[in-house]
Each structure stands twice: as C-alpha cells, then as structure tokens.
C-alpha cells in the first residue's frame, strides 16, 4: 500500500452525472476500505449557493442510490465530516480568489490540493487559466494537480490548443488526463497477463500471430444522448481512447520498470508506431455504418437514424479500422479493431488467432486463438486443437478456461483505482499528452473523410452481427470478425 499525503481534492462539478454516480461514491468506498489518509478533505465547488447541511444532504442521496444494500454508519460520519461546499459564482470576479481564501484553512484543508475537473470540457482550459491566476497551480511548497476529464480535445487540433493553453499553468508531471478505461483491474491484467507469464512472450509477435481482433461492443443505442452522439460518433466516442489504449497495451514492449514513466514511454512508442491510414484507400481501412430498426433482447428497437429525428446523419454506430503497427515485433500483423452500439451482444474483448499449424491434419482444423475477455467476463482463454478419441485422426478445438475474477474477489470501480492513484501520485493510468496526440493524429483523418461523404452509411439491423460488408477491411480471405468469445464464435 502506498503511502499517501493529507490532501484536499477540489471537486469541480461535484453535483453533475459523473460525480454522483461515479466520484462521490468511489471516495467513499475509499474511505471504508480505510484507503483515505485520516487528513484528506473534500471540497466541492458548485455554481450555485448551497448550505452544508443541503450539501450533505444531497451527498447522502447519492450513496443512498448507488448502495442499495446499505453502507457503514460509522464510514459515513468520517466520510461527511470530511465534506465541504464552496459556491463559486461565474458572474463573481473574485470567485478564484474568495476559493483561494476558503482552502488556506489549513485546519481543515490540507495543503496538497488535487482539482478534479468534472465540467464541461469547453471549461477545462478556463478553470485552470483561473486556478493559476490566483496561484493554486503553484508547487513551491505542495503538490498541485489537475484533472482533465475526456474528453482531451475533439480533434488533433482542439486537443494541441487545450495542451498550450493549460501548459502554460502546469508541468506534465501535474497533469492527469482522464481514460476511465486504464482503471479497471482487466486492462492493468494485460500487462501483468503479458510479461509476468514466460509462455506467452516468446509467440507474442509476428512469426505466430496471424491477426488480432480488439472488440467493444453493446447492446444499448444511444438512448438520450442523440445530440451528444451525433456531434461525436463511434470513432471519436471509443476508438480514439479506450480501444487504441487497450491496443497500446497489446502491443507495447515490456517497460523497464513498473514506473509511470517507463510504462508511459512503451505506449507512446507504440501508438507512434502505428501506420497512418490511408485516406485515398480507405474503404480497404475504415468501414463505418449505422443501426436501423430491429431487435434487442426480444424487443423491438428504431434505428439511429428515427432516434436522431434526422434521416442525412452519416455518423456511425459502427465503426472498425484495419491498423498495422510498424515495429520489429508486429511487422505485416492486421490489428482489426471495431466498435458498435446495438450489435448483438455486448462484450470487450482482445481475440489473437495465431498462425497456420505446422501439422495440417484435414478438413475442419482451426487455427489457435487467444482470448482476453475484459467485460463483462474477465477470462484468458486459449482454444486448441485436439485428436477425437477414436479409431481415427480428426481433429476438434477444445478450449482452457480460466476466469481471472473468482469468488469473494475484491470489485473495484476504474474511478476508485483512478481517484487513489491521482492522491498517490501515480500517472500510469492517465493519458501522457504524446498518447492523446498520438490517438487523434490516427483517427482524425477518417473522422474527416467519413463526415466529407454524405452518401448515405450502411445500415444494419439492431441486434445483429457485424454488417457482411465489414469484411471488405480484412487482409486474407479466410480472416473474419471473431463474433463471440464462446467456443466456436471464430465460425462464419
Ligand atoms: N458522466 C459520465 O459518465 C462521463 C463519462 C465520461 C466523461 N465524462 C466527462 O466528465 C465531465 C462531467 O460529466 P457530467 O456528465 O458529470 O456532466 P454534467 O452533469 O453535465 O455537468 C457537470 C457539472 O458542470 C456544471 N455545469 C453544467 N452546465 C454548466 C454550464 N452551462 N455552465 C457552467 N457549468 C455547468 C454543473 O455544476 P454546478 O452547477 O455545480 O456548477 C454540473 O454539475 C465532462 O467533462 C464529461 O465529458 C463524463
């Protein structure tokens, strides 16, 4: 267990969607796991006046709703006496200042302040010039660090802005930029899975991977957010953060060290190693399409399009690439990668189907696959060949198991992981701005070509399998969309 300073986390937007589902409730499961040192405050800052007892009050409400069964008495004192409320009007000049004068209370807020920004994004980059202006980014004598919530900017561009605009303010090492997806204990297993098993480095590579298949997918649509969808898109939503990070974390070389640092700089070199995509080819690369009506879970559902109210949309609920990472280790490797909102089944998963075996023993024989399952089963599993018993040769796959969760294992929320590492000074499971830039530099052609062709997006029924005319991304003929972590989801 690390040892963690007193501080004081600064909780911008404390009373929005992400803190009363997310924050609040992952602090407080922090405290009863006794993870929060005894001197650690929390101050919320709202736009509006709110009393401290309402405060608490509203705070009791969220963990009311997020702890259905109940929490501890005694956890729930420590952990409000620790809350406080701060209004900071928009319209006061002196805002910053007056927030200033509050957290120099050192009797009650100590000194190491952690901002946590979860506001609007067009927001980031003022609350910082505001933060440093009254000298709270200032690390003379304290830690000072910020928290940027995704997303990091909406292009390459946008995200270079809002990098010199808060560089100005902070050094990277006070930066924390947001990628819930590294919190959660099944992507931090992908390394460990990698470098802490001797088996599975030496065919970690090109000369016994054939293709690797990384998939998220859902069964939910976009529900309420059409707006926000719209403006975003499949590619932009998932691609350009959680699924290129799961990939960095495939495929990056083993780090030195555990460090934040050594850890950071494999990925940054391998998100820097992958191809751009070609834009004049890119219907070989990029294939994008769009949900229409159809059934979920026995239910009928519209499509995206009925959803939107708006029949010329062309943003995608699907979208897959065709990646290749140009390094020693994964030369002329396809990385299929792929994400959709009501596909038939809802899964997370990395599917690595190896090569041809040396030994080709008839019809039927299938190559070996891989499988990390990341949500909602947190399994490895290897598929392999093997005699039917009998009087003859024929083959059949049979399949080793093995969930990594087991029974009475601990469930930790990615933002509990995130909030401790933030009080604990650990950066590996936020985004260095090389990788966000990295990530944007790959997408944001596509996104651009995609929205420049208005033709209509191909359409496939909710609740169904990846579209047919997705296979026009594969390299090989005999290379398609693995459709199910089950033991025979690798058939057409
Ligand atoms: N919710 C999620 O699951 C999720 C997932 C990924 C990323 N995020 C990111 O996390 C951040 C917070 O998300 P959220 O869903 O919690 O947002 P939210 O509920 O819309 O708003 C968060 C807070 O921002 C303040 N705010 C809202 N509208 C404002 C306005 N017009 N002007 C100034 N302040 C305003 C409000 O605080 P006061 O009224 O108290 O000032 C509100 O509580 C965003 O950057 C989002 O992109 C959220």
Known sequence: ????????????????????????????????????????????????????????????????????????????????????????????????EKMKDVLSNEAVFPQNLAFFLSVRPSDFAQVVDQLASVGLTNEDKYWRRVVIEKPFGTNLPSAKELQASISKHLK???????????GKSALQNILLQRFANTVLEPIWNKDYIDHVQITNTEMLGVGDRTQFYDATGAL??????????????????QPK???????????????EAIRPIPVDDLKHH?????????????????????????SSSVVETYA???LFIDNPRWKGVPFYIRTAKRLHEADTRIAIRFKKAPLQIGEGQHQNWLIIGIQPRECIKLEIESKIPGL??????????????????????????????????????YLHISEVEAQWRLVDPVIEAWAKDRAPVHQYPAGSRDPEASKVIFEAEDQFWRYSIALGGDTH
């Open 257 to 271: 060290a555990l460090t934040p640092e050594a850890i950071r700089a494999e990925k940054i070199k391998v998100l």
């Open 286 to 310: 990029a294939f994008r399409a769009q949900y229409a009506a159809g059934e979920v879970n026995s239910e009928k559902v519209p499509g995206y399009l009925e959803e939107l109210g708006d």
């Open 1 to 96: 267990m690390k040892q963690i300073d007193p501080c004081t986390l600064v909780l911008f937007g404390a009373s929005g969607n992400l803190s009363r589902v997310k924050l609040m409730p992952g602090l407080f499961r922090l405290d009863a796991l006794g993870r929060l040192p005894e001197k650690m405050a929390i101050l919320s800052v709202g736009r509006g006046e709110v009393s401290q007892e309402a405060w608490h009050a509203d705070i009791k409400g969220m963990l009311d709703a997020k702890f259905k069964k109940g929490y501890d008495q005694e956890v729930f004192k420590r952990f409000i006496a620790r809350n406080h409320y701060h209004a900071n009007p928009p319209t006061d000049p002196n805002a910053f």
């Open 172 to 182: 990277e090492s006070q930066i924390y930029r947001i990628d819930h997806y590294l």
């Open 236 to 253: 932009r939503d998932m691609i350009q953060s959680h699924v290129l990070q799961t990939l960095a974390l495939t495929t990056m070389e």
């Open 392 to 429: 003859d040769i024929n083959t059949r796959t049979i399949e080793l198991d093995a969930a990594n969760r087991q029974d009475g294992d601990e469930s930790v929320d990615a933002y509990e992981a995130l909030l401790l590492n933030l009080m604990e000074g650990d950066n590996s499971q």
């Open 320 to 322: 897959a690439l065709k």
